[in-house]
Each structure stands twice: as C-alpha cells, then as structure tokens.
C-alpha cells in the first residue's frame, strides 16, 4: 500500500505529538519509580517508553508492567512463549532509529554526524494474550 508524503508526514507527527505527551507526564516522582524499576530488571528501555505502556495497560484495563507483562512478538519467544493464534496487538510503544542524512548536526561530543533521528512505532502483546511454548 502505498502513502501520500502528507499521509506519511501525519504519521510521523502523531508518533512524535504521542511521545511528547507522555514525556509531558513524566513527574519527578513518576521517575524515580520507573528508574528503580528499570533497574531492578535489568531493562534497556526509556522512561517515556514505560509512560507510554503503562498509560496503554491502564486505559485497557490490563494489570501487569510495562516491558514485563507486555512484549514483542520475538521477545515472547526468546522467553519461551508463544502468542496464541489469531491475537491482535493492542499495545504498542515508540523507539527512536538513527537515519542516514545529507545535513550534518552536531553530536553530544562536538562532533558532527550526518542523518537524524526518527520515531518508529512497534507492536507489544500482552501476557494474557500468551501460552508456553
């Protein structure tokens, strides 16, 4: 299927205005709970990534946390589960990848780098919707 430059740019844009609003919610104390919980299990995740999960579970009425109770496809699998057929991903979560660019911007260490930054959107199953493998 192909999408208009205007569909596609309204797509991105919602990615981004998703992400602001939940980064918007952040509050210190909100932080300090997803810092210790992302260290407690060894996570490699943002905390406005765990906003955006968390606020997802709530408003479906799903009990658990974000990242543990709630994975990739692949990531069931690599912890020997199996999404049952025919489920739907009602969750999902944003990740920022690196795109290659002609413009140059400057870098954390005073370096420049060409490309930038753009939001990309996946798919998160929830353990309700899993069985062993």
Known sequence: MKYSKKEVQAY???????????KQLLTDEKIKVIDAMIATH??????TGYM?????????????????????YKGWQENG??????EQSTLGSITWIG??????????DG???????????????????VEAA
């Open 12 to 22: 991105y844009a919602d990615l981004r205005a998703q992400w602001n609003r939940a």
């Open 42 to 47: 060894g996570l490699n995740i943002s905390r």
């Open 52 to 72: 955006i999960v968390s606020m997802q579970l709530q408003s479906q009425g799903l009990d658990g946390l974000p990242y543990l109770d709630a994975k990739t």
């Open 81 to 86: 589960f199996q999404v049952r057929k025919g």
């Open 99 to 108: 795109v290659k660019g002609k413009e140059k911007h400057e870098t954390p």
């Open 111 to 129: 370096e420049g780098k060409k490309g930038f930054m753009m939001p990309k959107a996946y798919k998160l199953f929830h353990r309700s919707q």
